[in-house]
């Protein structure tokens, strides 16, 4: 289980635990910062998918079944949020779907279309050849420079982005969920637009929404406003 998550587990006094999927070819790292921006009591645990960051040895496939059975043992009787950003909403949608841990609060998305309705980008990416598809990356902000000189590290994330774009592109139904969700969007992503995101309504009774400032990678690009805008969308944090 251990291998799921980056950083330390939650301590018993935690309040509320906020459990962070990542984008597409992304890893646990992107959140590691998010920790300095949570309020007290707060602990921010990233998932770390494999093939990626420590994992990067295992092959990238992963299983919904196998990662909300993973964060239930690790929330235990803790509250916690989900938050996933773009094809990590997705996931976070179906580990919310499938978790057995009685502490779930809320499902958080950011610049995510939501399971029922596929972006056109994911169909563009997927039929894009390994140049275009990390031209489309580096363009979001989403490549270090460090990575693109090294050939091996390249072969390895298109290898990651591949597997995760298949894992996009399965259909789904629009199953509703009876979490609230809040979904943010980037004032200028180019990806998924303000009316994509809406769509987070069609599958819960209780969607709130919100933008940050920035692109596509905003929840990098500006932690601190990003979960600004989630405790703005959100219930106090001493609910019961």
Known sequence: MAGWFLGDPAPPDAEVVVYCLPNAGGGAS?????????PPGWWVRPVQLPGRENRIAEPPEFAEDELAE???????????????????????????????????????????????????????WAEADDEALLGEIAALGGIPAVVLEHPRTRRQLVRVLRSDLTW???PRAADVVPTPITALTGTHDSLVPQDTSARWADLSPDVRAETVPGGHLFHVDDPGATVQALLTTAEPLRCA
């Open 30 to 38: 992107a959140f590691a910062g998010w920790h300095r921006v949570v």
């Open 70 to 124: 993973a964060i239930s043992l690790d929330a235990g009787r803790h509250r916690f949020w989900l938050y996933g950003h773009s094809m990590g909403g997705v996931l976070a949608w179906e580990v919310a779907r499938r978790t057995t841990a009685p502490g779930l609060r809320r499902l958080c998305v950011g610049a995510s279309a939501p399971p029922h309705v596929p972006g056109d980008w994911t169909r563009r």
């Open 168 to 170: 996009l592109a399965r």
